[in-house]
């Protein structure tokens, strides 16, 4: 049970900080709203690993430190840094000047369509079959449908910020590629690895300051409360559910929350901000979950043959 509400909450939050974003943007810029939301993400995990201290306990029975001690570990968060959030951040908060929430949100459904791109032909720790690949190319085609090509004529602000949802899940997708290369095998507890990765972010986005938070903002209660729930809820305390739920579940349980995510982002912009899509908008998004399902192994093409593996 703890681990469906965790689930379900982190959903729920993942899928409104979308809706968060188009709120903060009418008082603070996109660089604002990027630099608060990892500085606070960063602060809540900093907090839970102070109270908590979580360590790996080593062959020889000996607990290790806290944090890693060995300089390319820290060199490798620094690039996770970079493409798990100063990038995708960046790129979703500009891209929400010039696109719905709803939108967004389609758009964030396409990780899991990078995620085997990069796996598979940049970092090769996975290998897809036809079923995987069927999969990867409609989710593909299903982007191309949501973009509605044949109603743009030249590269308009909507189109540029589709393409930045897209470099978004791009980064998230050699995110994910490259933490299994050169991080998933090394003894670093689910906490701390959370708060390497945003804690990092966060000292990027403070030498970035001069140029991303250093300009006038217009707060009110709305647009102050979508930060906190940005950086303490989405950018804090959902890595941490995030972690408990990959630990009860597996990857593939937990990669489902792909499936929420845009359910409660569609539904949060319709409802709260009167956005609405165009027909071609849901359909392309049916296409990629259903990309998903083939990429991810949950279908496949044909009959399956007994003992082989598609993955």
């Not at 956005?275 to 259903?290: M, Q």
Request: charged share 10%; proline share 5%; hydrophobic share 55%.
């Amino acid at each position: 049970m703890s681990a469906w509400l965790q689930f379900l909450a982190m959903g729920l939050v993942w899928g409104s900080s979308f809706l968060f974003m188009k709120v903060a943007l009418e008082g603070v810029s996109f660089g604002q709203v990027a630099w608060s939301r990892t500085v606070l993400g960063a602060i809540a995990l900093g907090l839970i690993v102070l109270v908590t201290r979580p360590r790996v306990t080593g062959a020889d029975g000996v607990p290790g430190p806290v944090l890693p001690r060995e300089k390319a570990v820290w060199g490798h968060f620094l690039v996770v840094a970079f493409t798990t959030c100063v990038i995708p951040y960046l790129c979703f908060a500009w891209a929400e000047q010039y696109v719905s929430s709803s939108l967004a949100s389609i758009y964030n459904a396409t990780t899991p369509i990078m995620t085997a791109l990069m796996a598979t032909l940049v970092f090769r720790v996975e290998r897809l079959g036809g079923s995987r690949w069927f999969g990867v190319g409609l989710g593909i085609v299903g982007v191309l449908v949501v973009i509605g090509p044949w109603q743009l004529t030249a590269l308009t602000g909507s189109l540029a910020g589709q393409l930045a949802c897209l470099v978004a899940t791009l980064c998230y997708g050699f995110t994910f590629g490259y933490q299994r290369r050169f991080l998933s095998q090394r003894p670093i507890a689910p906490a701390t690895f959370a708060f390497l990765s945003i804690g990092v972010s966060a000292l990027v986005m403070l030498v970035l300051t001069p140029w991303l938070a250093l300009s006038p903002v217009e707060l009110d209660w709305r647009i102050t409360a979508s930060l906190l729930a940005l950086g303490v809820l989405g950018t804090g305390l959902a890595y941490i559910w995030n972690i408990n739920v990959l630990r009860a579940w597996g990857p593939t349980g937990t990669s489902t929350v792909t499936y929420v995510t845009p359910v409660v982002g569609v539904a949060l912009g319709m409802a709260l901000l009167g956005e609405r899509l165009s027909w071609h908008e849901p359909v392309g998004a049916a296409l990629v979950l259903v990309g998903i399902l083939f990429a991810q192994g949950r279908l496949r093409l044909g009959r399956r043959r007994s003992g082989v593996s598609a993955g």
